[in-house]
């Protein structure tokens, strides 16, 4: 596609169920970021693929915060047993450049998620 | 630890009025600076890429600046206009790795435009 896409835009969840959000980058993009951006605040870093390769998942807040990108396109980052802290709205950003450090980044959307 | 200071925290002024943004960051080895515009429910969006040599660059209205020897950078706006209402995060990556440390994210400046 011509632009990063993530689905869904919004989600609304029950305390304790389980999301998934799907990102589907730019086509040819080697690495792929998710970030947690809370209001008012800036991004903050979860997880980084190149490729298939998780190479960094150190901003993951806890285990029940998953991520793959099993052929090296689309990602799903999945959220287990949901909490209020959760609520927040998680960006996927993909690039040509292998570390993302160098080339131009590119932002979906984001998938704003609400946990009642 | 790598840090990027953003100010003002938010900003208000009237339609056509210049404004200037600062970015102020502890980053190293430094590789270059970003600054994107974020627009209310929307991804951030670059607006400037600038490395080491480079002092300024012009996007339209947007003008960047940076100075690698006291680490600060600003971005002025020219003319405002209502669409600029945004939230503008400056970003600074390093040389080497990824992930984690490769990019560090200001908190962003909130910038309204009053009619």
């Known amino acids: 596609g011509a632009g990063v896409s993530q689905s869904p835009r919004y989600k609304v969840a029950k305390r304790g169920q389980d999301v998934a959000l799907r990102c589907d980058p730019i086509?040819?993009?080697?690495?792929l970021f998710w970030y947690q951006q809370a209001l008012g605040q800036g991004p903050e870093f979860l997880t980084y693929?190149?490729?298939?390769?998780?190479?960094?998942k150190s901003g993951l807040p806890s285990d029940r915060f998953f991520a793959e990108r099993p052929e090296g396109s689309v990602s799903t980052l999945k959220i287990q047993r949901t909490q209020q802290e959760d609520s927040a709205v998680y960006l996927c950003?993909?690039?040509?450049?292998?570390?993302?450090?160098?080339?131009?980044?590119?932002f979906g959307e984001g998938s704003r998620l609400t946990v009642l | 630890k790598n840090q990027v200071e953003q100010s003002p925290q938010s900003l208000i002024i009237l339609e056509g009025k210049n404004c200037t943004l600062q970015?102020?960051?502890?980053?190293?080895?430094?590789?270059?600076l970003r600054w994107y515009k974020q627009d209310t429910g929307r991804g951030p969006v670059s607006l400037t890429i600038?490395?080491?040599?480079?002092n300024t660059k012009s996007n339209g209205r947007y003008t960047a600046t940076l100075d690698a020897d006291t680490k600060q950078s600003s971005l002025h706006i020219t003319a405002s206009q209502l669409s600029d209402s945004a939230s503008y995060i400056c970003?600074?990556?390093?040389?080497?790795?990824?992930?984690?440390?490769?990019?560090?994210f200001g908190k962003g400046t909130h910038l309204i435009i009053q009619p």
């Open positions: 693929f190149q490729n298939e390769a998780q190479l960094d």
């Open positions: 950003a993909s690039s040509l450049d292998p570390s993302g450090n160098t080339g131009e980044l590119f």
């Open positions: 970003v600074v990556s390093v040389h080497s790795g990824g992930g984690a440390d490769g990019l560090t």
């Open positions: 970015c102020n960051y502890t980053v190293s080895p430094f590789s270059n």
């Open positions: 086509s040819g993009h080697v690495s």
């Open positions: 600038m490395t080491f040599s480079e």
